[in-house]
């Protein structure tokens, strides 16, 4: 089904692997859609706790594919072939959050289970916006982050001049954007654009272990919705946020994954908590 990734399963978590090494993983519209389909695909698994997105050999992403680019503009930039699905149409993501969460990567902040991204190597231009629209991001010491649209006479793209300032503030968004300078794993984690820094060799196993430990001690509901919280509430004014909150934790606290969890507790047991069904 699919040319440009690899899709697996191993045991809770579901491994997104772009593949084409050859181009340091570059991306492709057929790629994009590729990818949309196969977090589509692990979002309606009830088998699936969580995500990781990652890159085979020895990078994560170089950004969207140059050649394919000029092919496109050569044939006018306007070709049917830009908003070609190949056949993979699929809509990921909670209908519910809004217009805001349709585009062409933010999609994945309304994608009902924890996203992470291994970042191997590097890490560059659309696929500084693929990484950074994930709700996590593993960094590998080998990682470099760069965003190079400036060097390119671009504009930060598909959400990244959205998400930086937001996960790291306005200045360290700036001087990554302006600069284009290489960061590392490392200096990711102290600015706040990665998670944690791993043994490069480690890296998606620590994502896989820590999806595992979510399977085993938390209710797929609840992280369901702390992660629509995080994304919907951080553009809400805070008494809305707080309103939809407290609506939450009255619906929260008289279903069945709540008085399981205070039993688990209580019994010294892990929890069993219900799987969520997606359509």
């Known amino acids: 089904m699919y040319e440009d990734i690899i899709y697996a399963v191993d045991g809770p978590s579901a491994v997104v692997t772009l593949n084409r090494p050859d181009k340091l993983n570059a991306l492709t519209r057929r790629m994009l859609a590729e990818i949309k389909h196969a977090l589509c695909t692990a979002e309606a698994d009830e088998a699936v706790t ?9 990078g994560f992403c170089a ?14 930039g306007t070709s049917s072939r830009v908003d070609d699905d190949y056949g993979l149409d699929c809509e990921p993501g909670d209908p519910n959050m809004g217009a805001d969460f349709t585009h062409a990567l933010t999609y994945i902040m309304a994608i009902r289970k924890p996203v992470i991204a291994v970042v191997n190597g590097p890490c560059a231009g659309m696929g500084l916006s693929l990484a950074g629209l994930c709700d996590m991001r593993f960094a590998a010491e080998d990682a470099i982050f760069m965003s190079a649209f400036s060097q390119r006479g671009l504009v930060a793209e598909h959400g990244l001049s959205w998400i930086l300032p937001r996960i790291m503030g306005p200045d360290r968004a700036l001087d990554i954007l302006w600069s284009s300078r290489k960061i590392d794993g490392r200096e990711a984690v102290n600015m706040g654009l990665a998670t944690r820094c791993c043994p490069t060799d480690t890296a998606l196993d620590e994502a896989k272990q820590y999806i595992e430990n979510l399977a085993k001690s938390t209710a797929p509901v609840s992280l369901m919705r702390m992660k629509r919280q995080v994304w919907m509430q951080m553009m809400q004014p805070l008494d809305d946020a707080m309103q939809q909150t407290n609506d939450l934790m009255n619906k929260s606290t008289s279903q069945d994954d709540f008085k399981e969890g205070v039993s688990a507790f209580l019994e010294k047991r892990a929890p069993q908590f219900a799987k969520i069904k997606i359509d």
């Open 50 to 58: 969580g995500i990781i997105v990652t890159g085979a050999g020895r």
């Open 63 to 76: 950004g969207m594919d140059m050649q394919a680019l000029s092919n496109l503009g050569a044939e006018g």
